[in-house]
Nanobody, 121 residues
């Protein structure tokens, strides 16, 4: 059994900051890539930022310079620091964790439950 739990969303004014966290636990052998996706009403889910096991990040152009993804491998946790938030960042944010389970070579993807981020004055 694996659990992926997100936290940290909320309502913030334009220009403000939020920090999202996503912690994985359970029958995990190793965690490979992690990522944050978002889905706004009426739009497709899009990758916002991803991070490899060695810490190399990738970002969608619209968040470069404003968002920072990081991970703590000892805690199986990925973070998304969001600064200079804009109304167009409003969406439900989901974390995605690509992992290998215990006693298996199977690689699987788990999703968090989603956390609402609303940027509005």
């Amino acid at each position: 059994q694996v659990q992926v739990v997100e936290s940290g969303g909320g309502l913030v004014q334009p220009g403000g900051s939020l920090r999202l966290s996503c912690a994985s636990s359970g029958n995990i052998f190793s965690i490979n890539a992690m990522g944050w996706y978002r889905q706004a009403p009426g739009k497709q889910r899009e990758l916002v930022a991803g991070i490899a096991r060695d810490g190399r990040p990738v970002y969608v152009d619209s968040v470069k310079g404003r968002f920072t993804i990081s991970r703590d491998n000892a805690k199986n946790t990925v973070y998304l620091e969001m600064n200079s938030l804009k109304p167009e960042d409003t969406a439900v944010y989901y974390c995605n964790v690509h992992m290998t389970l215990m006693a298996t070579t199977t690689e699987v993807d788990y999703w968090g439950q989603g956390t609402q981020v609303t940027v509005s004055s």
